[in-house]
């Protein structure tokens, strides 16, 4: 019996015992969940942006969901509508574009990301890149005009915010401090999502209780990133632009809670998904400091993406007694 | 074994069936870096067909003199040739498109396509299966390259021939014109030849079967 | 006893047929054919266009020089003026090292006769191919305007950054009193450059072309420069 065991390579990959299996998961409770965390950051959106916000979050869930239709349809598979990951896709890429942004950015980003982000690669738990980001990275490199600083300051906006430079922005080019109280509410200008991180913290909270997203990703990213701009402030105490801003400000905490906990395109295991949130802290903090971008969390997500295999394959977790 | 194809057979499988770059998946380096414009990808084609064809004919000439062994050496030999008179009259009749494809004119030496007819077809066939090989090859590269650099060009400057189609208001997709405008086109038209390649084939086995 | 033992492994003494059958040479017929004939093929169609291609250069030269020596947003205003360079060609021989290079300078007047600035074509060795320059001189051959490249096969993506004007644009008001040098990462110094990523030696053949172009010309131009004040 213990020969004829050794013979086979098992052909099933099952972790050890206990085998549980839940009704509660699937990937449509998974997905309303996420749209429930997702709904202070919206609330917040809306408050601050007004119909800039309607209309972004419109183009992007209808764009999207129309591209998983046709998509679909092309493979001949049975739509997947209902199980709402392109409704949290569009969500998603809505709240990370410009409110300002014209009409077809929000289109193309959709059609994008639904297209080349997922269904490419075979369709929903296949894709190796998180599809909002391949959206929002193709348009942001397609028009650098209306996604970069100029596409977020307009001043004819009917919204005030929206006259104004992004927090990011204007310390980049200005130098100018927001004040902390603006950063942790929300009232400045920037992506619709990621202005508010007091909505950011509690959606993202929800979804680490409810277990939907895993919480060592955004604890990874943020101790990660303070840790780093720490350091960035003591080897320039001069900067006001102080580890806090550095948290608070930007897509940081937008990204560590809904964007880098995508289940389908971040490690398996507890400690990669620790060591994943570290990568994407420290690129997010190499990007803000060192690059031309005043922000870096939709390249840091993608560039961790791209490492998720190797640490799928690093982290293998051994069974108790195995000889390593 | 089938009965060995016409000319006329050679150079319709070069078309599509066996598409140099969307089938067999050769010659891509130029077919990623020339074809931001239609311009320039035409020159390009039209350079790679005129040495495909002479090489392929000079190969096929000699083809009873060829010993296995020292054969790669005589098709470089003569593929450099070729090249090389390619790109002293693209200096010196179309000076500007000449600097615009730079190195990639001569790079034409090492384009696996040409090397791999040689190879496969005229170091083996009749000077007339060869040229029609070649000829075939050569549209074959020349859509490639025109479909892509005609997607980039549009999407990415709105222009065709460098004249504007689409309106002035048309936001141009920069990404396109960049090299990953490039990756992304290719991939999206192999990926579209592939199903219709897969649907002609299903369809003439229904129709046999 | 006399007869010697057969070795059954010996090989048998090949026939002279077959030696020279064997051998490289009469193996390689064709190819040294082809390598000949090719050659001469070549040869004719460089005659040919030879003549052709050095027009065009000279054509691309003259358009070039107002922009090297004034800068494109000069150059451009003197165009928009509906006046132009007068570009007068020279040719000026160096005694170095026993060797005479020749060197084509184009002397450049503004419309009312004041020199504008020298421009050298020069050329030497990159890392596939010769790079060829031109490499544009202040009128009191101090500091150099700025360079351009004519002709160059270096490596697509790398080293063919050399003909970006980011890169070039380094060239521009560099002393010519003490030689360039090549730094990798951020250029401190007045009389440095920065290396292109990955392509090195590009940058510095760039800089090497231009570094022996001016050790040679410096004095030339200025006593031609002289020559003229007087």
């Given at each position: 019996m213990k020969a004829e065991q050794t013979q086979y390579t098992p052909v099933i990959h099952v972790s050890p015992a206990p085998h549980l299996s839940s009704r509660d998961l699937t990937t449509r409770k998974m997905m309303r969940d996420v749209l429930l965390g997702l709904s202070p950051v919206v609330f917040m959106a809306l408050y601050v942006f007004h119909w800039y916000a309607v209309k972004q979050l419109m183009i992007c869930l209808l764009g999207c969901l129309a591209a998983e239709a046709l998509f679909m349809k092309m493979r001949a598979k049975s739509a997947t509508l209902n199980d709402y990951s392109a409704a949290v896709t569009g969500i998603i890429l809505a709240l990370s574009l410009p409110g300002a942004a014209p009409w077809y950015i929000g289109v193309i980003a959709s059609v994008v990301a639904i297209g080349m982000g997922k269904v490419v690669f075979g369709g929903i738990g296949m894709n190796i890149f998180n599809p909002a980001m391949v959206g929002r990275a193709?348009?942001?490199?397609?028009?650098?005009?209306?996604?970069?600083?100029?596409?977020?300051?307009?001043?004819?906006?009917?919204?005030?915010?929206?006259?104004?430079?992004?927090?990011?922005?204007?310390?980049?080019?200005?130098?100018?401090?927001?004040?902390?109280?603006?950063?942790?509410?929300?009232?400045?200008?920037?992506?619709?999502?990621?202005?508010?991180?007091?909505?950011?913290?509690?959606?993202?909270?929800?979804?680490?209780?409810?277990?939907?997203?895993?919480?060592?990703?955004?604890?990874?990213?943020?101790?990660?990133?303070?840790?780093?701009?720490?350091?960035?402030?003591?080897?320039?105490?001069?900067?006001?632009?102080?580890?806090?801003?550095?948290?608070?400000?930007?897509?940081?905490?937008?990204?560590?809670?809904?964007?880098?906990?995508?289940?389908?395109?971040?490690?398996?295991?507890?400690?990669?998904?620790?060591?994943?949130?570290?990568?994407?802290?420290?690129?997010?903090?190499?990007?803000?400091?060192?690059?031309?971008?005043?922000?870096?969390?939709?390249?840091?997500?993608?560039?961790?993406?791209?490492?998720?295999?190797?640490?799928?394959?690093?982290?293998?977790p051994r069974p108790l007694g195995a000889i390593p | 074994m089938a009965v060995a194809p016409t000319p006329a057979e050679r150079f319709i499988q070069g078309i599509l069936p066996e598409n140099p770059v969307y089938r067999q998946l050769l010659g891509l380096c130029p077919t990623l870096a020339v074809t931001n414009g239609l311009q320039a990808a035409l020159t390009m084609a039209g350079a790679v067909a005129f040495v495909l064809f002479c090489a392929n004919i000079v190969t096929s000439t000699i083809r009873h003199l060829l010993k296995p062994h020292l054969r790669i050496v005589i098709f470089t030999l003569i593929i450099a040739t070729f090249v090389t008179i390619t790109d002293r009259f693209l200096a010196a009749y179309m000076y500007g498109m000449s600097k615009l494809l730079g190195p990639y004119i001569p790079l034409i030496i090492v384009n696996c396509i040409i090397i791999c007819r040689c190879e496969v077809c005229a170091s083996r066939q009749s000077v007339f299966a060869a040229g029609a090989d070649a000829l075939g090859q050569a549209t074959g590269f020349a859509l490639a390259l025109v479909s892509i650099a005609a997607v980039r060009e549009l999407l990415g400057s709105g222009m065709l021939f460098s004249v504007q189609v689409l309106p002035e208001s048309w936001p141009n997709w920069v990404i396109m014109i960049l090299p990953p405008g490039a990756f992304m086109t290719l991939g999206l038209l192999v990926g579209a030849v592939n199903w219709f390649e897969q649907r002609r084939s299903e369809q003439a086995e229904s129709e046999r079967g | 006893?006399?007869?010697?033992?057969?070795?059954?492994?010996?090989?048998?003494?090949?026939?002279?047929?077959?030696?020279?059958?064997?051998?490289?040479?009469?193996?390689?017929?064709?190819?040294?054919?082809?390598?000949?004939?090719?050659?001469?093929?070549?040869?004719?169609?460089?005659?040919?266009?030879?003549?052709?291609?050095?027009?065009?250069?000279?054509?691309?030269?003259?358009?070039?020089?107002?922009?090297?020596?004034?800068?494109?947003?000069?150059?451009?205003?003197?165009?928009?003026?509906?006046?132009?360079?007068?570009?007068?060609?020279?040719?000026?021989?160096?005694?170095?090292?026993?060797?005479?290079?020749?060197?084509?300078?184009?002397?450049?007047?503004?419309?009312?006769?004041?020199?504008?600035?020298?421009?050298?074509?020069?050329?030497?060795?990159?890392?596939?191919?010769?790079?060829?320059?031109?490499?544009?001189?202040?009128?009191?051959?101090?500091?150099?305007?700025?360079?351009?490249?004519?002709?160059?096969?270096?490596?697509?993506?790398?080293?063919?950054?050399?003909?970006?004007?980011?890169?070039?644009?380094?060239?521009?008001?560099?002393?010519?009193?003490?030689?360039?040098?090549v730094t990798k990462g951020g250029a401190s110094d007045p009389n440095q450059v920065d290396a292109i990523t990955g392509a090195t030696i590009s940058s510095r053949s760039v800089t090497g072309i231009v570094n022996n172009a001016v050790a040679d010309l410096r004095g030339p131009l200025t006593a031609m420069a002289n020559a003229r004040g007087k």
């Open positions: 193709f348009v942001m490199i397609a028009f650098a005009g209306a996604m970069g600083a100029p596409g977020y300051e307009q001043i004819h906006a009917t919204v005030d915010v929206i006259t104004r430079a992004t927090p990011m922005d204007a310390f980049k080019q200005t130098g100018a401090v927001a004040s902390l109280d603006s950063l942790f509410w929300g009232l400045t200008n920037g992506s619709l999502g990621e202005t508010s991180a007091l909505a950011c913290i509690l959606g993202g909270l929800y979804l680490c209780v409810r277990r939907t997203a895993s919480w060592q990703i955004p604890a990874g990213t943020v101790v990660t990133a303070a840790a780093l701009a720490g350091i960035a402030n003591l080897v320039h105490p001069e900067s006001n632009w102080t580890a806090l801003h550095h948290l608070l400000g930007g897509s940081l905490l937008f990204g560590a809670f809904f964007i880098a906990t995508d289940p389908v395109t971040s490690p398996l295991t507890p400690k990669g998904k620790f060591i994943f949130g570290i990568g994407v802290g420290f690129f997010v903090m190499v990007l803000r400091l060192f690059s031309g971008y005043p922000e870096g969390v939709m390249f840091a997500v993608l560039l961790m993406n791209g490492v998720t295999p190797l640490i799928n394959h690093w982290t293998i | - | 006893m006399s007869m010697k033992p057969l070795h059954p492994m010996e090989p048998i003494e090949p026939g002279k047929l077959e030696r020279l059958k064997r051998n490289y040479l009469v193996q390689a017929w064709l190819v040294l054919m082809l390598a000949l004939f090719f050659g001469a093929a070549l040869a004719g169609v460089h005659l040919e266009l030879a003549p052709k291609i050095a027009a065009n250069k000279t054509n691309e030269t003259y358009v070039k020089i107002p922009e090297i020596i004034l800068g494109s947003e000069l150059a451009e205003e003197l165009a928009q003026q509906g006046e132009a360079l007068i570009v007068e060609p020279h040719t000026v021989a160096v005694e170095k090292e026993q060797r005479r290079i020749v060197y084509t300078i184009y002397e450049a007047s503004y419309p009312d006769g004041k020199l504008a600035g020298w421009v050298a074509k020069s050329s030497g060795q990159g890392y596939a191919d010769k790079i060829e320059l031109l490499i544009g001189f202040t009128p009191s051959v101090d500091t150099l305007t700025g360079i351009f490249v004519l002709d160059q096969k270096e490596t697509p993506g790398l080293g063919n950054k050399i003909i970006t004007l980011d890169w070039r644009q380094q060239f521009s008001n560099l002393k010519t009193l003490q030689p360039i040098e």
